[in-house]
């Protein structure tokens, strides 16, 4: 049974659950090891902030960067069938032929980091023709009257009915952009993605279906 997505708790923990929402999404419940959640809590939120506490500002790409590692070599031990790749710089990028799009058709889930106000990680899960499927962990209701407005700003919609899947649509092109807005990765230089599949339900690219007719 696959699990619904979690949100976070504080202000600061949307790393480390995009991550196991990664994982919710790509395994069943019954498949997915303690272990696993355990050390995604454990190397997370390592960041300071400018007063020196620890956590406040989130999780770096370094501990992304060493949880990739980490969960392709417990996949390795285990046989789990997870594998993992991070991505950097100009290699994130959404286009037809890009790395990026061409893993969410194969199936993958994707811890992004973008903007929403600050820098914040998202779950991207699929690809509807040109805009992106994902799942954003800050919890917001659409009637609340304190909504932030750049919410609904072009290229972003709110998805209300698929919990175990996505919370938003937003356009390739918004994303793309190298300005701070809600949802744009910014400039080339801090981009990060980590690229996580279940080996066993990824598709090939001859399964996948092109969604830029």
């Known amino acids: 049974m696959k ?9 600061y923990d949307c790393g480390p659950i995009t991550l196991t929402n990664a994982i919710r999404y790509l395994f069943e419940r019954e498949e997915i090891y303690p272990d696993i959640i355990k050390y995604i809590m454990l190397y997370c939120l390592d960041s300071y902030n400018e007063e020196g506490e620890v956590g406040k500002r ?26 993992c790749e991070f991505l950097s710089g100009e ?28 820098e914040h990680y998202v779950l991207l899960t699929g690809v509807e023709d040109d805009q992106i499927l994902l799942f954003d962990p800050y919890y917001e209701e659409l009637d609340d009257p304190e909504l ?3 919410y609904f ?32 990765m910014g400039p080339y230089a801090i981009r990060e993605a980590l690229i996580i599949f279940n ?15």
């Open 91 to 118: 290699a994130v990028y959404f286009s037809q032929n890009s790395k990026i799009v061409g893993a969410l058709q194969q199936g993958a889930a994707i811890v992004l980091r973008l903007f929403l106000d600050v």
């Open 148 to 150: 932030d407005e750049e």
């Open 153 to 184: 700003a072009d290229g972003i919609t709110f998805i209300t009915d698929q919990p175990k899947r996505a919370n938003r649509l937003v356009s390739m092109k918004r994303l793309n952009r190298i300005s701070e807005g809600f949802y744009e």
């Open 3 to 11: 699990n619904i997505l979690n949100y976070q708790s504080s202000e």
């Open 58 to 83: 989130g999780t770096s790409a370094s501990a992304m960067m060493f949880l990739s590692n980490w969960l392709n070599q417990f996949g390795k031990m285990k046989n789990f069938p997870i594998s």
């Open 199 to 213: 080996q066993e339900t990824r598709m090939t690219p001859d399964e996948t279906i092109d969604y830029f007719i």
